[in-house]
């Protein structure tokens, strides 16, 4: 069975980084395409960025060039930098992973506020 544990999150002031990191265990990591989501109070949850199975990217347009998303498939982990946090960045971010099965990570807690 497969398992999705997110870790990095936390509180940081408008403009700061951090560096989210989701490690995967029970799939074959490298041949599943992951991605990172957030959900805020009261929105739903969107795509922040997503990496396939090749190294390609695609991020959301809110956070493209401030955010970067990166996998080692030797560790079995997705990354995603992000620089430049904004307040409307607040969110629960989740860790996906999918390849025919789809597994989800339990989320961390991201708050961009001065």
């Known amino acids: 069975q497969g398992q999705l544990v997110e870790s990095g999150g936390g509180l940081v002031q408008p403009g700061g980084s951090l560096r989210l990191s989701c490690a995967a265990s029970?799939?074959?990591?490298?041949?599943?395409?992951m991605g990172w989501y957030r959900q805020a109070p009261g929105k739903q949850r969107e795509s922040v960025a997503i990496i396939d199975n090749g190294g390609g990217t695609n991020y959301v347009d809110s956070v493209r060039g401030r955010f970067t998303i990166s996998r080692d498939n030797a560790k079995n982990r997705v990354y995603l930098q992000m620089n430049s946090l904004k307040p409307e960045d607040t969110a629960v971010y989740y860790c996906?992973?999918?390849?025919?099965?789809?597994?989800w990570g339990q989320g961390t807690q991201v708050t961009v506020s001065s």
């Open positions: 996906k992973a999918w390849q025919g099965n789809t597994y």
């Open positions: 029970g799939i074959a990591f490298r041949v599943y395409s």
